[in-house]
């Protein structure tokens, strides 16, 4: 589809349709990233760093983030559809094709060869590299996973302690203690148990109270009969 795009979209419809190209392209591959193609056709920084930043954890996903050597980005986007324009000649100043036509002296060419740049870094080096940023990727993704389940499941219980047939009960309001707890309060479990144990007291003392009042009732009857 990249005799589709065009690369020198200016005008909000432009980019719409290159969107459209590329939501096809999601559609045919069962991926199941919804793009909000009103909020990043406006070119708001936060909208479209978003999506990029998703783009690249997609693409690392899938080759381990490790580059393709043969995979050349300008040779695939001369297949675009619309060339982008360029502006300007490569026609050269006179005064610099009059200053080119001086040769330079050796001991310069010397010194350029010199100064060609670092060296390149060793494939081994690179592989080894490589491979310890894919390891830190992969962990970083199980923590993030692990991070949302246990958040879903947190989620899960204070739906539930929220239903209103259960707010009176004692242990929902001792779970409800910990989960609304201050991030610097060490002692939420503690207080979670003393407002249990105070509840659980107080219902035991209704008990009694209502036990002691039947026996009394008994008492009553049985005198006078």
């Known amino acids: 589809p990249m005799h589709k795009v065009n690369f020198d979209a200016k005008t909000e419809y432009e980019m719409i349709q290159n ?6 392209v999601f559609n045919k591959l069962k991926i199941t990233k919804p793009l909000e193609i009103n909020r990043l056709v406006k070119g708001r920084p936060l909208d479209n760093l978003e999506f990029l930043q998703w783009l690249k954890r997609f ?15 300008v040779e695939r986007r001369s297949k675009g559809g619309k060339e982008r324009s360029v502006k300007g000649t490569n026609k050269m100043p006179k005064s610099l094709q009059n200053n080119n036509t001086h040769p330079l002296p050796n001991s310069s060419l010397v010194g350029l060869n010199k100064a060609s ?6 494939a081994s080096d690179v592989k080894a590299l490589s491979k310890e940023l894919t390891d830190l990727k992969l962990s970083h993704e199980l923590l993030e996973k692990e991070r949302d389940f246990y958040f879903s499941k947190l989620r899960d219980v204070e739906i539930l302690c929220q239903t209103p047939e259960l707010e009176d009960v004692p242990i929902v309001g001792a779970v409800k203690k910990i989960l609304y ?11 979670a148990q003393e407002f249990l144990n105070q509840s659980l007291g107080v219902e035991a003392e209704a008990e009694d109270e209502g036990s002691g009042e039947e026996e009394e009732e008994e008492e009553e009857d049985k005198t006078q009969a």
């Open 19 to 24: 969107y459209k190209v590329l939501q096809d």
């Open 59 to 73: 693409c690392d996903s899938i080759n381990g983030g490790i580059m393709n050597e043969n995979y050349n980005p």
């Open 117 to 122: 740049g670092p060296k390149p870094a060793k």
């Open 181 to 191: 707890a201050n991030d610097a309060n060490e002692s939420a479990l503690e207080d």
